[in-house]
């Protein structure tokens, strides 16, 4: 068993005891908030930080979560009320005992209520409703400044996962049109991609994956509820439809599956001029010469495949690529990006927007300047997609009125085992704090939720060696630990990096960059060279590792990898051929059989 984190210490204090005081021996406030509940017959715990060997740690995870610095820190039935005097004045006011009153037995419309309809919302509501429980699932979404809107699915359906991979196909064929002249084709010099073509290609698949979900919940008798959800206490919520028509009703259990939108900067025009990926998809327009403004795996894609269709893409970076993933990968992306037609500019940020020229697209000017230079720059394009980051859709849900915790900083949602500090509301997906924001996570996540609540399963979600692809026009695929977490996890010493360039088979006739592709490997030397991490760039890493990801979950070794025979000829067969590390400083270029 992993050992508890200190997240995990705080909220399962919290979650298991209807009273809880984070509390000092030394501390004459601490005291007093306990001398109050033994006088009024109140059973409480408390956790005396001064005693404990990580309470400062334990302090410190309490400010995260609840913004108060200080002891007595108090909870009642996993709401904060706060310190001595907050504790005192819920008291004098009758509070304090309202929130000890225990929630109603019965009169439940619901036993589930989801909010939220992408996929991890979907997955549980289907799955508590297989095993026979009232279930109902809330689904808004607020157009963008824009006037952006979609349908059920939530982001990856709609403009995620499944728009991003469609249009990442089409760049990969328009590379290989180019490429197949050297196979023999007689294609012609000039090929023309249509966006009006492919934009509604994608979007009627999209709408097809809409309308399946809605008949997957009715088969499931799971109702549906087109309207804007929010809570009036921890077991009631009211809905807003888009005329205004409102419901209140009640649910035993919540889930809260909001997921994300993205971030917009503070600078004049980016709302009025600016879009998203949430816009990008079903632009009714090519969107021509285009700024993406961020270093995000959002960014990168979406530059990558307007680069593959031919269009003139500019990336505006603040500092490092693809921050949280591996660097020695994240540069290598940034590299092959620049040589295949995608122009950087780095250590800019932008500064304001202004329109030059209507039209379709429009004429867009760009201001910006150098993080080290306050003079101030200027370049003009027709699209401005920002994608800087996301930002977790909690903070106008009514939470305040239920008394879950929620970090200030991002607005996601301390969990453990997927519950929040309130025991009867729950968080998936892209809101939990520390989770992973991928898709299938919160799909496993939701479904096993659901069997926990309501089945006979003890089941899990298992959140370690996570496999992701991020579909730049070179993919990259990960598993695990990037080599600068291992080195801190780990320690430098006891860790072995395994690394290899390499060449597929199908770039040898296409010329195409000779050593383009890399792949390696991290091994725990402290733990018989169980392979802790796995990354490669090159075509169809998705499909490379979600394989490998099977290994690693079996715990395999270096020598596993050594004595499984490869498949030649193929990309994936270079991570069974493996043997000169980094350390050793040796040429890595594979060179053939």
């Known amino acids: 068993m992993p050992p508890v984190s200190v997240r995990e210490t705080v909220l399962n204090n919290i979650q298991s005891n ?33 005693k404990l060997d990580n309470g400062l740690q334990i302090q410190d995870m309490l400010f995260e979560m609840s913004g108060q610095k200080t002891v007595p820190n108090v909870f009642i039935r996993g709401s904060h009320v706060g310190g001595c005097d ?23 419309d619901y036993d589930l209520v989801v909010i939220g309809g992408g996929s991890g919302g979907l997955a549980a509501s289907k799955e508590a409703a ?48 180019k490429d197949s002249k050297n196979y023999g084709w ?5 090929v023309q991609h249509n966006w009006d073509t492919l934009k509604n290609a994608v979007q009627d698949h999209i709408g097809s994956l809409n309308w399946n979900y809605r008949v997957q919940l009715r088969d499931k008798s799971v109702t549906y509820i087109n309207g804007y959800a929010e809570f009036t206490d921890r077991h009631t919520i009211k809905t807003v439809n888009k005329r205004n028509k409102v419901q209140t009703f009640k649910a035993e259990k919540i889930l809260l599956a909001t997921g994300m939108r993205p971030r ?59 921050r949280g993933f591996d660097q020695q990968m994240a540069d290598m992306i940034g590299t092959y990006m620049e040589k295949h037609g995608t122009h950087f500019l780095r250590k800019c940020v ?121 579909f730049t026009p ?25 690394h290899a360039y390499f060449q597929p088979l199908e770039y040898t006739v296409a010329h195409r960059d000779e050593a383009g592709c890399y792949g390696k490997i991290i091994c725990n030397k402290a733990d018989g060279d169980r392979v802790v991490g796995f990354h490669i760039l090159g075509p169809n890493a998705g499909e490379i590792t979600q394989g490998y990801a099977v290994a690693m979950k079996c715990g ?29 400083g040796l040429d890595v270029t594979t060179t053939g059989c």
């Open 186 to 190: 007689e294609t012609p010099e000039k």
């Open 350 to 470: 932008p500064t304001r927007i202004e329109q030059i020229e209507e039209g379709t697209p429009p004429l867009l000017r760009v201001y910006y300047k150098k993080t080290d230079d306050p003079q101030e720059f200027s370049i003009d394009v027709n699209t401005v997609l920002m994608a800087i980051g996301r930002d977790a859709c909690t903070s106008e849900i009514g939470l305040e009125k239920t008394g879950v915790l929620t970090n200030p900083k991002n607005g996601k949602i301390p969990v453990v085992n997927e519950q929040t500090n309130v025991p009867n509301i729950y968080a998936i997906g892209d809101i939990m704090e520390g989770g992973h924001e991928l898709t299938p996570v919160a799909i496993e996540a939701g479904k096993l939720l659901s069997r926990r609540l309501y089945g006979d399963s003890s089941r899990q979600c298992d959140y370690i060696n996570v496999p992701t692809t991020v």
């Open 18 to 50: 209807d009273v809880m005081v984070f509390s000092k021996t030394t501390c004459p406030f601490c005291n007093q908030v306990k001398e109050l509940f033994k006088q009024e017959g109140i059973v409480y715990k408390s956790l005396e930080l001064d």
């Open 264 to 322: 917009y900067p503070d600078i004049p025009g980016v709302k009025e001029f600016a879009i998203t990926s949430d816009d990008l998809f079903s632009l009714s327009y090519c969107p021509g010469k285009t700024l993406t403004i961020g270093a995000s795996y959002v960014s990168l894609e979406c530059a990558g495949f307007l680069t593959g269709m031919g269009l003139d893409v500019t990336v505006m970076v603040r500092s490092i690529l693809l």
């Open 130 to 177: 297989k095993l026979g429980k009232r279930v109902a699932v809330c689904d808004f979404v607020k157009a963008t400044p824009k006037g952006t809107t979609w349908g059920l699915g939530g982001t990856c359906v709609n403009v995620g996962c499944i728009p991003k991979k469609l249009m990442h196909q089409a760049a990969l064929l328009g590379e290989a049109l």
């Open 86 to 108: 907050s504790t005192i004045q819920a008291h004098t006011d009758g509070r304090l005992r309202q929130l000890l009153s225990p929630p109603p037995a019965e009169g439940y």
């Open 474 to 498: 070179l993919e990259y695929g990960a598993i695990g630990y990037s080599e600068e977490d291992a080195t801190d996890t780990f320690g430098e010493d006891n860790i072995e990096v395994y």
């Open 556 to 584: 395999a070794t270096k020598e596993h990898f050594d004595t499984t025979i490869g498949i030649h000829p193929t990309c994936s067969e270079v991570f069974t051929t493996m043997d000169v590390t980094k350390a050793s």
